[in-house]
């Protein structure tokens, strides 16, 4: 019903979710009053601190099944990544020098490979079907004697595709490689257990997940080696030096203990309205393409190609909604997506595409208006242009 939600609608939740009011509340005492530093071990400040960042690890690791001493915080998932991923490279430099990890990676695992890669890495690029799945024969294939990581993401930020972490991992272990995932845009959203899945790092954010933005977390399993990238006084048992982010980190922690309770329920309501978005356009539009697998997805994910209409064009017609045409962090470039690319889709097939992102305070309103929106926008398109 036009007039029965907020304008502009915000529908880029893989960009990143507004913060969770009770997150807010969560937060803002170690903003004022209890502002002190959570290494200061000699005053009730410092106490007070440290206590909050205790309680947040705890609930951090209680939504992916860790224990507390294995979340390492960092100012990010990119921190995280390049920590992962960079820090086991020279902690097991002498047992071998390859990587494995797939194309549709976020920037900052291929950029953390390149940047090994210059330094004497060996990395293989796994391609992904036009599912956007690895394969994972492919996978099996690419083991070699002085593999040391294999980093595969959960979740992709563009297509929401999961990848089969649970098969990935098993392939690992039997190995006896580390295996690392970028799990940001699946923490709060899937369920995440780092034991099922054989994960010894995984890449966490707040601010995909209703959290603050400017804090994250790795996940290190207990017994796993990671040197540390910045030099420091040796915070976080010497894997991150840095004074902690209280405030950003009690967020965090907050964020993820209502993911835990509301993870279920949410996830199904959410899958509810992605569904009838895509099932509007699809009963009154013709000529479009969902990129990625729909088995395999998150629950908040569409991610189509309206062909014969350029995704910028139409994101211009329909300025009251925020969606993305491709990753929000190269949204600056105008090159096609390498994640589309690489599933096969053709220049003028990538550069059609929308990702919606639908998330916690997304509605039924909210979801018909903009089906209602981009059903006029391609329509009024084609026309001007037809083909
Ligand atoms: N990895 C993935 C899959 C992401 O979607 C993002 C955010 O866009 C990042 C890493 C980077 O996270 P952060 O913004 O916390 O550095």
Known sequence: MPGDHRSPIYLDNHATTPVDPAVLEAMLPYLSGKFGNAASHSHSFG??????????????????????QEIVFTSGATESDNLAIKGVADAYRAKGDHIITAVTEHAAVLDTCRHLEKSGFRVTWLPVQCNGLIDLEQ?????????????????????????????????????????????????????????????????????????????GALYVRSGVKVSQIMDGGGHERGMRSGTLNVPGIAGFGKACEIAKKTLPEESCRIAGLRNRLRDRLQAELDELLINGSEEHRLPGNLNVSFLNVDGETLMTAVNDVAVSSGAACHSDKIDASHVLKALGRSDEEAGSAIRFGIGR????????????????????LRELSPV
């Open 361 to 380: 305070f997304n509605t039924e309103a909210e979801i018909d208006y903009v089906a209602g929106r981009f059903i006029d926008a391609v329509k009024k």
């Open 47 to 68: 106490w007070q601190a440290s206590e909050a960042v205790n309680t947040a690890r705890k609930q951090i690791a209680e939504l992916i099944s860790a224990s507390p």
């Open 139 to 215: 996978l099996r294939n690419a083991f070699q004697p002085k593999t040391i990581l294999v980093s595969i993401m959960a979740a992709n930020n563009e297509i929401g595709v999961l990848q089969l972490l649970k098969e990935i991992g098993e392939l690992c272990r039997e190995r006896g490689v580390l295996f690392h995932s970028d799990a940001v845009q699946a923490l709060g959203r899937m369920p995440l257990d780092v034991n099922a899945l054989s994960l010894d790092l995984a890449s966490l954010t707040a601010h995909k997940c209703y959290g603050p933005k400017g804090c």
